[in-house]
């Protein structure tokens, strides 16, 4: 974990007792997708901008041990990533158009990283809930290969999804809660100038 993101992390932490925390259930006429892209306060807020999508939920997916915790995660040992589960309308916004905003808003040219987090746990990922997001995440990443605007192999995963884990109460809406030390963490970190740097003028994160 960076040292940016263990002093806003411990911060939240000190300021309020984390409680389990519970993804939404879906209604009739919503749909589900999850993205990892490294820190997920920054993913969620990402997300959250999206016209169409209802909630995002901070968690942990793709590892092995049943309910982790933000500190066995975030030490690497469980294999999970961390993530955002969306909650959105089909009928406002696409999943294609989930695929779009994912790409622009992370890095795809790192292995185990994202921006100033190094490690499997900030891995960037589409986990894939059926057979249809699983053909229109490779279909993006094939597009993505042909008319990419920067060099270099692309290592984000399309993988299957798991188990999803909320994660603990004070990561949710962290951006929201916390705006100063969420600002503090985002420019430290240097997500918005990387993602300038690959994506130009189409980078999200504005």
């Not at 249809?132 to 993988?159: C, D, M, W």
């Not at 999804?161 to 929201?176: N, R, T, V």
Request: hydrophobic fraction near 35%; proline fraction near 5%.
């Amino acid at each position: 974990m960076s040292a940016f993101r263990m002093i806003v992390a411990l911060a939240a932490l000190l300021a309020s007792l984390p409680t389990a925390a519970q993804a939404p259930a879906p209604e009739t006429g919503e749909a589900r997708a999850v993205f990892a892209g490294g820190c997920f306060w920054c993913v969620e807020s990402d997300f959250d901008k999206v016209p169409g999508v209802i909630a995002t939920t901070s968690g942990y997916i793709g590892g092995t041990k049943k309910n982790p915790t933000y500190e066995e995660v975030s030490a690497g040992g469980t294999g999970h990533a961390e993530a955002v589960e969306i909650v959105y309308d089909p009928a406002k916004v696409s999943y294609e158009k989930l695929l779009e905003v994912f790409w622009k808003n992370i890095d795809p040219t790192v292995k185990d990283r994202q921006f100033c987090d190094g490690g499997s746990q900030y891995r960037s990922a589409i986990f894939y809930l059926n057979e249809e997001q699983k053909r229109l995440a490779e279909a993006s990443l094939e597009a993505l290969k042909r008319n990419k605007p920067f060099k270099g192999e692309i290592y984000t995963q399309i993988v299957p999804a798991g188990e999803f884990w909320p994660a603990e109460e004070y990561h949710q809406d962290y951006y929201k809660k916390n705006p100063i030390r969420y600002k503090f963490y985002r420019t430290g970190c240097g997500r918005d100038a990387r993602l300038k740097e690959i994506w130009g003028a189409q980078a999200g994160g504005h």
